[in-house]
């Protein structure tokens, strides 16, 4: 089955500064890797996606990319806030919609 | 438009006893997934369901646990017996479709288990 790895598990930047998350999975069919935030005690939020026939998405702040040969995906987060802090989780699904989580990464901003 | 709703969202339960979480899909939504996340750690999938069908349930655990999506009425994710090591946050998640290319998926709150 998929394997999705995460890193890092923590990351400190100061306010302002940019932040990447990684990702990498293994099974070369997932075609959809969404980006999930999770704040303590609540439900992941759905941030941004991407799909295999893109390599770069944009959303204000925050953008995602995507290198199907290496199998590997990014999340950038630039002018980082205070409210950035939080869990962030990639994930890779094929079609059927299971989607495969990492293991997350705990974002801290500091002011 | 009410978004996924799971209930109870927090539940006490003593050893060896049962505990039944439900969820109901977004509207227009026919496709549920329950994902456990123990303390600090990520959400490892359970179960995906359609209406009346299981269709993977690769993440379920092969005692005491069991899910069900009736014709009428929420998804039911039922613990047997339960044990200190069930207590976590149970999501569950639902999609329009299961058949489309890249098919997002929603989280509902969640349901916070307890055992004592």
């Known amino acids: 089955g998929e394997n999705v790895e995460q890193h890092p598990s923590t990351l400190s930047v100061q306010e302002g500064d940019s932040a990447v998350i990684k990702c990498t999975y293994s099974d070369s069919a997932s075609n959809y890797f969404p980006w999930y935030k999770q704040e303590l005690g609540k439900r992941p939020q759905l941030i941004i996606d991407?799909?295999?026939?893109?390599g770069e998405k944009k959303d204000q702040r925050i953008a995602v990319t995507l290198n199907k040969t290496a199998k590997h995906f990014s999340l950038h987060i630039t002018e980082t806030q205070p409210e950035d802090s939080a869990v962030y989780f990639c994930?890779?699904?094929?079609?059927?919609?299971?989607?495969?989580f990492g293991d997350g990464t705990t974002l801290t901003v500091k002011p | 438009n009410a978004g996924v709703m799971q209930n109870p969202r927090h539940l006490v339960r003593r050893r060896g006893q049962e505990a039944r979480l439900r969820c109901s899909p977004m509207?227009?939504?026919?496709?549920v997934y329950w994902y456990r996340q123990l303390p600090e750690e990520g959400l490892k999938f359970m179960v995906y369901l359609q209406k009346e069908n299981i269709i993977d349930e690769s993440g379920m655990p092969k005692e005491r646990f069991s899910a069900e999506f009736p014709k009428e009425g929420p998804s039911i994710l039922r613990i047997q017996q339960v044990v200190r090591g069930d207590s976590a946050a149970y999501f569950c998640?639902?999609?329009?479709?299961?058949?489309?290319?890249?098919?997002?998926?929603?989280f509902g709150e969640g349901s916070w288990l307890t055992v004592v």
């Open positions: 998640a639902s999609s329009p479709s299961g058949q489309i290319q890249g098919n997002t998926i929603y």
């Open positions: 991407i799909r295999s026939n893109v």
């Open positions: 509207k227009g939504h026919s496709h």
């Open positions: 994930a890779a699904s094929i079609a059927a919609g299971k989607s495969t």
